[in-house]
T-cell receptor, first 113, second 109 residues
Framework: EPEVTQTPSHQVTQMGQEVILRCVPI?????FYWYRQILGQKVEFLVS????????KSEIFDDQFSVERPDGSNFTLKIRSTKLEDSAMYFC???????????FGPGTRLTVL | QKEVEQNSGPLSVPEGAIASLNCTYS??????FFWYRQYSGKSPELIMF????GDKEDGRFTAQLNKASQYVSLLIRDSQPSDSATYLC?????????FGAGTRLTVKP
């Protein structure tokens, strides 16, 4: 069964460093999403992406964040200058259409020291 | 502010019992409703979705939606210890999907 994959599974970085989290959505899906979940808290929507542009973003997704689909398979989330409060689990998700079910990847645990 | 509210629990039921999980949402424009299960340290896993008022059954799971009351629930029949997890209610309007904080369910053998 097709699934969303994410790399790395765990990323440790120093405050102020840039990180790139990678996702490979399900191959025939057209909509891509990033969510984050701070430990013990709710899953929070960050951004949705369709047709090579951001279609919606939350108030969390500020200028520190960017997304890109550099090729036909990868979907990346970049955090330019990480802060301690960026430590969280980051989930990528994809769906075939805007109204279709979103399927989540296994997540990347980001730890900012 | 669009909110999705769930009782955080923990909810504890004996094996074989019915577990009832509830969720309310504030945005009347919400179009679709999802229940995800999340085991500790893992990603959310879709259990069911529901778009229309009424009940939707899938195996041991029944989702119930009442848009007038802005209420969605999940019933788990014949609960098993393997059902022990956090259950996340998610509500979507367009591309914006909002999650509740989740209800932690424990099924005791």
């Amino acid at each position: 069964e097709p699934e969303v994959t994410q790399t790395p599974s765990h990323q440790v970085t120093q405050m102020g460093q840039e990180v790139i989290l990678r996702c490979v959505p399900i191959s025939n899906h057209l909509y891509f999403y990033w969510y984050r979940q701070i430990l013990g808290q709710k899953v929070e929507f960050l951004v949705s992406f369709y047709n090579n542009e951001i279609s919606e973003k939350s108030e969390i997704f500020d200028d520190q964040f960017s997304v890109e689909r550099p090729d036909g398979s990868n979907f990346t989330l970049k955090i330019r200058s990480t802060k301690l409060e960026d430590s969280a689990m980051y989930f990528c998700a994809s769906s075939y259409s805007r109204t279709d079910t979103q399927y989540f990847g296994p997540g990347t645990r980001l730890t900012v020291l | 502010q669009k909110e999705v509210e769930q009782n955080s629990g923990p909810l504890s039921v004996p094996e074989g019992a019915i577990a009832s999980l509830n969720c309310t949402y504030s945005d009347r424009g919400s179009q679709s409703f999802f229940w995800y299960r999340q085991y500790s340290g893992k990603s959310p896993e879709l259990i069911m979705f529901i778009y229309s008022n009424g009940d939707k059954e899938d195996g041991r799971f029944t989702a119930q939606l009442n848009k007038a009351s802005q209420y969605v629930s999940l019933l788990i029949r014949d609960s098993q210890p393997s059902d022990s997890a956090t259950y996340l209610c998610a509500v979507r309007e367009d591309n914006d999907m909002r999650f509740g904080a989740g209800t932690r369910l424990t099924v005791k053998p």
